[in-house]
């Protein structure tokens, strides 16, 4: 099954999603929230790089009522692949692109009033027969873009005025898992300045991942998770991860490569850019095409990092320095022909799963 996906990608690596994980972690976010609430699912940066349009259909499949991205591009790439669910572009509105919003029946997001009235207003009035649509963002401390909480009714006045319709209103917080404190204070100002907006049934939310794990924000209309449908914790200090993974979520996607050369160095012999790593001993070193250009890090040089024998279960640790499109690792033997590394595992394991180690190296 390997050789033929090496075959097929013309690659010596691939990324697997496991899409079992997924669907479990999308049970779990169900589980946090109250049964009335929906969830929008954060499938912006190609679902956080899993692939964002098989993800995106995997998780329609699995009922979820309502996606978000980061741009118009990537609402557009979705619908071409025939996703229908209501679509949000959590990134600012911009006047510019509003014939891509209505030829794709996308939901801008709007922290001020200026793009809306730069459009012509038969075009506000007339998309797809009925008024369009927009999801105000408010900056309850986050301090990146959103009207300010004392600022909402007078944005929500204007809008009203353009006669656009205020699809929801909604927040994000700031801090991680850990920020109880930080993220509640943050949710408190938001109902605080958005509570006149209930009686319009304007949809509220604010949970994301930190929110989802805390269970802070997930009585109102939606979640908004992103990173835990994949199993990626929001921050990825120590005592975060150990909730994230108590919760039950886990990791969909690892890495998996094959050595494209591999010998038998003796004792003495400096390997990779510098030398900086010697063979003490008669040593297996094998070649890994995969370095810091495809995100593998340098920091992960010199035994930091691991690569594990997906036959044996054995971890082999790197050795040299990472390259641009390549690593060595030390193998205990000869490997087998048909052996496997996985440069990624999709657990939580020290050296190769992402969240432990990066927590521990800064990476």
Not at 247 to 266: C, D, Q
Request: neutral net charge; contains cysteine; charged residues 25%.
């Amino acid at each position: 099954m390997e050789a033929e996906i090496f075959n097929a990608t013309c690659c010596s690596n691939y990324i697997r999603v496991n899409l079992d994980a997924i669907t479990k972690n999308v049970s779990i976010l169900r589980s946090l929230a109250k049964k009335h609430t929906g969830m929008i699912a954060a499938v912006k940066g190609g679902c956080h790089g899993h692939g964002g349009i098989p993800v995106t259909q995997h998780l329609s499949r699995l009922g979820v009522e309502e996606f978000a991205v980061a741009t118009v591009a990537e609402g557009r790439s979705l619908r071409k692949a025939g996703i229908q669910e209501k679509m949000h572009v959590l990134g600012n509105f911009k006047s510019r692109e509003i014939d891509k919003y209505l030829e794709n029946n996308l939901i801008p997001t709007v922290s001020w009033a200026e793009d809306l009235k730069a459009v012509d207003k038969e075009k506000l009035s007339q998309a797809n027969g009925g008024k369009f649509r927009v999801n105000i963002k408010v900056d309850s401390g986050m301090s990146r873009f959103g009207v300010q909480c004392e600022d909402l009714h007078s944005l929500v006045q204007t809008i009203d005025s353009l006669d656009v319709q205020i699809n929801s209103i909604f927040t994000h917080f700031a801090g991680g898992i850990m920020d109880r404190e930080g993220n509640q204070a943050q949710l408190d100002r938001f109902l605080d300045c958005s509570e006149d907006y209930v009686a319009r049934n304007i949809p509220r939310h604010a949970s994301a991942t930190s929110g989802c794990c805390q269970q802070i924000g997930t009585d109102l209309d939606y979640i908004r998770p992103g990173g835990a449908i994949y199993g990626l914790c929001s921050v990825n200090d120590i005592p975060s991860s150990e909730l994230f993974q108590e919760l039950g979520f886990r990791p969909a996607m690892s890495v998996v490569a094959e050595p494209t050369f591999y010998k038998l160095l003796p004792a003495g012999r400096r390997i990779g850019y510098d030398g900086l790593y010697t063979t003490k001993e008669p040593e297996w070193i094998a070649n890994i095409a995969c370095g810091w250009s495809d995100g593998y890090r340098r920091k992960l040089s010199l035994g930091v990092g691991a690569v594990k024998n997906n036959r044996t279960g054995e971890l082999c640790p790197i050795v040299g320095r990472v390259s641009m499109d390549s690593c060595t690792v030390r193998l205990p033997r000869k490997p087998e022909a048909s052996d496997t590394y996985s440069l990624l595992t999709d657990d939580f394991a020290e050296k190769t799963s992402y969240t432990p180690f990066t927590g521990k190296r800064h990476t």
